[in-house]
Each structure stands twice: as structure tokens, then as C-alpha cells.
């Protein structure tokens, strides 16, 4: 049975999305707030999060953010706000699609089958991850560059992945330390820039037309 998190402040709303989602035999838990939201999305592992743009406390965007920090599940976003900018810092954000309101509960089933018909296609969301000519699979810690087979360490591998997780968002050293190190190690923030290095150097990467950009003074991107 497909689990599923609504992130709804709307109680009524809530209740209604998760009586027709169990109808269609879905497992389904609501959080009412951000905050209990985001840490469930982090604690427990989902097939699919419908999250509200306006919550109280911790809004969509910011879980949205903090999610992807750390899983790639599936997100849809409900909101009713329907302006352009808002639907491309939605997607931007980290969300894989997004519904306004109201919408007709077949259109919101619709969405979330198509969804999963592209994770069943393409296999787990969460193991294999892609950029350019680079394929890195996060179950069997395979990563590849074209036809070449890449020998990583643990740490280049984690910290590749996290790179990959979060294509075109900038990734402060801050950020790469507490996520590939953990934010109580008792690390030198100048071995995050040692291992993006060794990475790059693996890679094959080549400056400005390389994988990974520095931003001085900020951190790193993949783009």
C-alpha cells in the first residue's frame, strides 16, 4: 500500500483529501502544520507529499527546501495561489508538480498516478540520480560518466550525490559539511573544499565549463 503525507493547515480540506484517498486504498497520515510536517517527511519514508503552500509556522517553500535537503519523495504542491512567480518557486523549491485550488479530486488522482507511473518507469526516485553525462546510483553506489565507471569514496560519493540531489541550487559549505560530515563533526571547513576538489579532479571537470561552479565567498553549485 502506497503511503502517502498531506501537509494541509485546513482541517477540513485535510479530511476530505484523505477520505478519497483512502477510497482509493492509498495509507495516508495528515500533519496539520510545518513544522510536524517536515519532521515526518525526514522521520518516516513516503511515496508521495501533498504539501500546502500556506502553513502556519514553517511554510511549503521552506519544507519543500528542507526535504530536499535531505529525500528526494515525490512532492506535490496545493496552493491556492496560482500566479506564475509561485508556481516556478514551487517547482524551483523542489516540488515535482503542482495543483492549484480548487481542483476536482480526479485531477488531483490523475497527477498523483502519472507520478508514480514516471517512478515505476524510471525506477526508484531516491536511487538513481542523473546530470549531463553522469548517472549515480544511490543504492549500489555505482557512478558513471558516459561508459566510464567512476571509483568514488564514501565521502566523494555523498558529497556527488548531494550535489546531484540539488542541481542548481547553491549548496553553502555550511550546508555540504552538516549534510556529508554532520553538523557535530569535528571537521576543518576547508576539507569541504579538499573533497569537492578530489571530486571535480575524478570527474574530469574543467572550470568554468565544469560540473561543479564555485561562488566565492557563498559555496558551490551544480549547473
Request: proline share 2%.
Amino acid at each position: 500500500m502506497k503511503k502517502i503525507l498531506v501537509i494541509e493547515d485546513e482541517v477540513n480540506f485535510a479530511r476530505f483529501i484523505e477520505l478519497e484517498l483512502t477510497h482509493e486504498s492509498y495509507s495516508v497520515t495528515v500533519a496539520y502544520d510545518g513544522e510536524k510536517g517536515l519532521k515526518l517527511a525526514l522521520s518516516e519514508e513516503w511515496d508521495l507529499i501533498l504539501l500546502d503552500l500556506m502553513l502556519p509556522g514553517l511554510g511549503g517553500f521552506d519544507v519543500c527546501r528542507r526535504v530536499r535537503e535531505k529525500k528526494l519523495t515525490p512532492i506535490i504542491m496545493l496552493t491556492a495561489r496560482d500566479s506564475v512567480i509561485d508556481r516556478v518557486s514551487g517547482l524551483d523549491s523542489g516540488a515535482d508538480d503542482y495543483i492549484p485550488k480548487p481542483f476536482a479530486i480526479e485531477e488531483l488522482l490523475a497527477r498523483i498516478r502519472a507520478l508514480q507511473r514516471r517512478v515505476d518507469k524510471y525506477g526508484d526516485s531516491q536511487s538513481l540520480l542523473t546530470f549531463r553525462d553522469i548517472s549515480l546510483n544511490t543504492d549500489s553506489r555505482i557512478v558513471m560518466k558516459g561508459e566510464l565507471s567512476i571509483s568514488l569514496t564514501k565521502r566523494e560519493f555523498d558529497l556527488l550525490a548531494l550535489f546531484m540531489s540539488n542541481i542548481n541550487r547553491v549548496l553553502t559549505r555550511d550546508m555540504l559539511l552538516d549534510n556529508v560530515w554532520g553538523f557535530d563533526a569535528e571537521v576543518e571547513m576547508n576539507v569541504v573544499d579538499v573533497y569537492v576538489r578530489y571530486v571535480r579532479n575524478k570527474l574530469g571537470d574543467s572550470g568554468e565549463e565544469g560540473y561543479i561552479r564555485t561562488l566565492r565567498g557563498i559555496g558551490y553549485v551544480m549547473r
